[in-house]
């Protein structure tokens, strides 16, 4: 919460009825420094809940009860944001959108998360990272493997480079046309009659008196 800024009449901040700064003009900045050192100490007690905010001594209890090790050479905001999100991101730990949420709460974008690329050393698992952030970052990314990576599960950093391209446009004219050609011809079937001739003969036997 922030302290409301004091606002006293014309007639008594000091400066509007004469020419120097005067009474009660300074007693009116006491009274807010005084007030602002009020409410720090109010607030401190509140702090003391927040790892962001508390003392360093509160905030190595709170990382020992959520199991956080400081790694040599962290810095202490670092160290801060892990044991903040450490009850989080122990939770997160077991799917690959939870693993990634992991690393962007630190601040550490991953490009790609890669399973079973590989149908002989299927539990290999590739992470692809920025260049900046493989420098800037390595110790950070090994502890975090070792305290939320999978059991049995071995991880390797594919380390991408990314690179700018600019490209420019302009305007073109062009003219398009499309022909098409096509040969058509009918053919003509005559059929010519002529005459068939044949005979025809019956004959009819009989035995007996039998018509």
Same mark, same amino acid.
């Given at each position: 919460?922030?302290?409301?800024?004091?606002?006293?009449?014309?007639?008594?901040?000091?400066?509007?009825?004469?020419?120097?700064?005067?009474?009660?003009?300074?007693?009116?900045?006491?009274?807010?420094?005084?007030?602002?050192?009020?409410?720090?100490?109010?607030?401190?007690?509140?702090?003391?809940?927040?790892?962001?905010?508390?003392?360093?001594?509160?905030?190595?209890?709170?990382?020992?009860?959520?199991?956080?090790?400081?790694?040599?050479?962290?810095?202490? %905001? +670092? $160290? @801060?944001? /892990?044991?903040?999100?450490?009850?989080?991101? *122990?939770?997160?730990?077991?799917? #690959?959108?939870?693993?990634?949420?992991?690393?962007?709460?630190?601040?550490?974008?991953?490009?790609?998360?890669?399973?079973?690329?590989?149908?002989?050393?299927?539990?290999?698992?590739?992470?692809?990272?920025?260049?900046?952030?493989?420098?800037?970052?390595?110790?950070?990314?090994?502890?975090?493997?070792?305290?939320?990576?999978?059991?049995?599960?071995?991880?390797?950093?594919?380390?991408?480079?990314?690179?700018?391209?600019?490209?420019?446009?302009?305007?073109?004219?062009?003219?398009? %046309? +499309? $022909? @098409?050609? /096509?040969?058509?011809?009918?053919?003509?079937? *005559?059929?010519?009659?002529?005459? #068939?001739?044949?005979?025809?003969?019956?004959?009819?036997?009989?035995?007996?008196?039998?018509?």
């Amino acid at each position: 919460m922030k302290l409301p800024k004091i606002n006293i009449p014309w007639w008594q901040d000091g400066s509007t009825i004469s020419e120097a700064l005067r009474e009660p003009h300074y007693l009116t900045q006491g009274v807010y420094a005084f007030m602002q050192k009020v409410q720090q100490w109010l607030q401190w007690p509140l702090e003391q809940f927040d790892p962001l905010t508390c003392t360093e001594s509160l905030l190595n209890m709170m990382a020992w009860d959520r199991d956080i090790q400081r790694f040599d050479g962290e810095p202490l %905001a +670092l $160290y @801060r944001k /892990r044991v903040k999100f450490a009850a989080i991101n *122990a939770k997160d730990s077991g799917s #690959v959108a939870g693993f990634k949420a992991i690393f962007e709460r630190l601040d550490i974008g991953i490009v790609a998360f890669k399973e079973r690329e590989n149908p002989d050393q299927w539990d290999v698992i590739t992470i692809e990272v920025r260049d900046s952030a493989m420098s800037q970052n390595s110790r950070l990314m090994q502890t975090l493997i070792e305290q939320y990576g999978r059991t049995c599960r071995r991880y390797r950093f594919e380390v991408s480079y990314p690179v700018i391209v600019n490209l420019h446009h302009g305007e073109f004219s062009h003219s398009h %046309a +499309l $022909y @098409r050609a /096509r040969d058509e011809y009918t053919q003509k079937t *005559a059929v010519n009659p002529s005459q #068939v001739n044949h005979s025809q003969d019956i004959f009819v036997a009989s035995i007996g008196n039998n018509p």
